[in-house]
């Protein structure tokens, strides 16, 4: 089992796949990345924590943003990540976030499959 970090932002249809994801997912803790919006209305379970950044700022002080949240959390040295959600800017300082505080990712899909390592 391994943690489980997801952009969680705009894209019609991919909050029922990040949904979907968490819970045919083995995971033993979810953070979100999402906005006040996603905070205030997506409904989350006990092991999930919704973490809330300004989608208007640049891109360093969105990973300063996200690398800050998730310092200090993360129990070991690799999550698995999703993407379906969101824009390349929010990607790109996610991933930044992660290579800075020295954590490893895997990229996992929902699939016909259902959960799968891509």
Do not use: P
């Amino acid at each position: 089992m391994t943690e489980l970090i997801a952009c969680l932002s705009t894209g019609k249809g991919t909050w029922g796949h990040v949904s979907r994801l968490m819970q045919d997912g083995k995971w033993d803790k979810v953070f979100l990345i999402t906005n006040d919006y996603g905070k205030e209305n997506f409904t989350k379970d006990t092991k999930t924590e919704l973490i809330a950044i300004n989608l208007n700022q640049g891109i360093k002080e969105l990973r300063d943003e996200i690398y800050n949240n998730l310092k200090g959390k993360i129990k070991g040295s690799e999550v698995a990540i999703n993407v379906i959600s969101g824009m390349g800017r929010e990607h790109m300082a996610l991933i930044s976030a992660l290579l800075k505080l020295g954590i490893g990712f895997r990229l996992y899909a929902l699939t016909k499959d259902g959960v799968e390592e891509i």
